[in-house]
């Protein structure tokens, strides 16, 4: 009998669930299979892509292996793609997690304050990058 799966920390729970492809104003009904994007999915892409987390920062906050974020990683970046490529509509939902608060996460996975400065300089990083897209 398998055991049961682990519950995975997250420090942040998204109210937007459900992104559609919009075009002129309009959204777009393609009559294609919705994607459904974890939870634990959307934590990975939230801390490495928008806080700058390596995937052994990531593995560290959410409590899980680093080959775990890896491949949650990657089926959330196939399923954005297909959000973008395709114009499926994604829905946030689903998986097995504890919400904690993102500081609190930090502080008991207990990040040096070396590491903090890194993360805190990547922030700085993607934040400008954003900025300059815009």
């Not at 593995?59 to 970046?77: C, E, F, H, P």
């Amino acid at each position: 009998m398998p055991r049961n799966k682990k519950y995975r920390r997250i420090g942040y729970l998204s109210s937007l669930k459900h992104f559609v492809p919009v075009q002129n104003h309009n959204i777009i009904n393609n009559n294609c299979e919705p994607v459904i994007l974890s939870n634990e999915e959307f934590e990975t892409i939230r801390l490495i892509d928008y806080k700058g987390y390596t995937q052994v920062e990531c593995s560290k906050s959410m409590n899980i292996a680093r080959t775990t974020v890896q491949q949650l990683y990657t089926d959330a970046r196939y399923k954005l793609s297909l959000l973008l490529l395709e114009g499926r509509h994604v829905f946030v939902e689903g998986g097995r997690v504890e919400v904690f608060d993102d500081e609190s996460l930090e502080k008991e996975v207990g990040f040096d304050e070396q590491a903090m400065h890194r993360m805190r300089q990547r922030r700085h990083r993607n934040r400008q990058n954003r900025n300059n897209l815009n």
